[in-house]
């Protein structure tokens, strides 16, 4: 997948976030990954940045559950030798300078704050004497839980960022509204509950998105229903070196009749997932990408057919959400990505003298505690 982030963080000469393209011909001092998905880790595994790691001893810096779903990954101690697992908070990071740019030595503050998007996710906070630059990675934020992120604050108020390059994947009027994921989780085991419960014989499958970034589904259904979610070998190999983050999965096919499923229809054998098939399985698609014009009053778990239901599950932030985190801390310049941002709203449509004006916004007052542990860790 292409890369949706161009890397350079234009405010900071040779800081590079999300993007190992053309390692040979950036000039870095130092790389930064928000998170472990295909589309942020271009070049991540080639030849050409482990030359330049090694030849100027460049660190890649990224969280601690992130670095281990890299190790787990690829299990090359070529590249895990310059990746460096952050806790999140702050950390002072020294840049060598580059004297053919007449660029000195910088010590520079990064702060890790949880990105809520997947496990081991986060955005970065970089700050220096003269500016702050907040890099989103992709992140879904709830409108009401803003003002628990402390590192954004001082005090009560929103920090000033000078720049923020903010994930802008659902900036789109069909994406205005997304269903906090509890609501759809919560919905979505209701309706596994009473298939199970129908016949001994009926199973389910679930399909879901992305690689990583489903581990609050799996611990709620396990939570719920006493029920764990099989999984693959290859999944099981690194969520077993994480279980009391994922405790929700199992590899014991004959303990549970639930599994991740690697098919894209309702119409595909099983045979591939597990190796005793049911006679009936309810297939659950979580996505976000479908699920045009969604509105808050309408249901987030739909039957498309007898044998398959499709769950709203978003894991970025909608184009409400977007709109209003840009505007809460209203930084000087924004840069968007993969779609450019154009400022729609002015800051007193959300703002009163510089504070929160929660009647103009319909704001949920429920907040997603448990997925805020599991992202947050």
């Known amino acids: 997948m292409k890369s949706s982030f161009h890397g350079k963080i234009d405010e900071i000469p040779g800081v590079y976030v999300d993007n190992f393209e053309n390692a040979e011909q950036q000039g870095a001092r130092a790389y930064f990954l928000s998170h472990y998905h295909s589309d942020h880790i271009q070049g991540l595994h080639s030849a050409q940045l482990l030359d330049v790691l090694s030849k100027n001893n460049i660190t890649i810096y990224t969280t601690e559950l992130t670095s281990a779903i890299i190790n787990d990954d690829k299990n090359d101690e070529r590249i895990m030798k310059y990746v460096r697992g952050l806790k999140m908070g702050s950390t002072l990071i020294s840049l060598p300078g580059l004297p053919e740019q007449n660029i000195p030595d910088l010590c520079l503050n990064v702060t890790l704050i949880p990105a809520g998007h997947s496990a081991g996710s986060t955005m970065f906070?970089?700050?220096t004497t003269t500016q702050n630059i907040l890099f989103t990675g992709d992140f879904r934020v709830y409108l009401n839980d803003l003002p628990s992120y402390k590192h954004l604050h001082v005090g009560d108020e929103p920090i000033k960022l000078d720049t923020m390059y903010v994930d802008t994947t659902f900036l789109?009027?069909?994406?205005e509204n997304f269903p906090r994921r509890s609501?759809?989780?919560e919905k979505m085991i209701f309706e596994i509950r009473?298939?199970?419960d129908s016949d001994e014989t009926n199973a389910i499958a679930l399909h879901t998105s992305a690689k990583f970034g489903y581990e609050f589904v799996f611990n709620e259904i396990y939570k719920r229903l006493h029920i764990k979610v099989f999984v693959g070998s290859d999944k099981w190999r690194f969520y077993?070196?994480?279980?009391?983050l994922v405790p929700g999965v199992t590899n014991n096919e004959k303990s549970t009749r639930v599994h991740l499923c690697r098919n894209r229809s309702e119409n595909?054998?099983?045979?591939?997932?597990?190796q005793n098939c049911y006679n009936n399985y309810l297939f659950l698609h979580l996505s976000a990408m479908k699920w045009l014009n969604y509105k808050e009053e309408k249901c987030s778990v739909v039957r498309v057919s007898p044998k398959r239901m499709d769950v709203c599950f978003a894991t970025h932030c909608s184009k409400k959400e977007i709109e209003y985190f840009v505007n809460y801390f209203a930084p000087d310049k924004i840069i968007g990505f993969p779609n450019e941002y154009k400022r729609t709203r002015k800051r007193n449509e959300l703002f009163d003298d510089g504070r929160l004006v929660e009647k103009k916004v319909k704001l949920d007052k429920k907040v997603d505690a448990t997925l805020l542990k599991l992202m947050f860790k």
């Open 194 to 196: 009473m298939f199970l």
């Open 183 to 185: 609501e759809s989780v």
């Open 268 to 274: 595909s054998s099983h045979s591939s997932c597990v």
């Open 240 to 244: 077993s070196s994480i279980p009391n």
């Open 125 to 127: 906070l970089f700050s």
């Open 172 to 175: 789109d009027s069909n994406y």
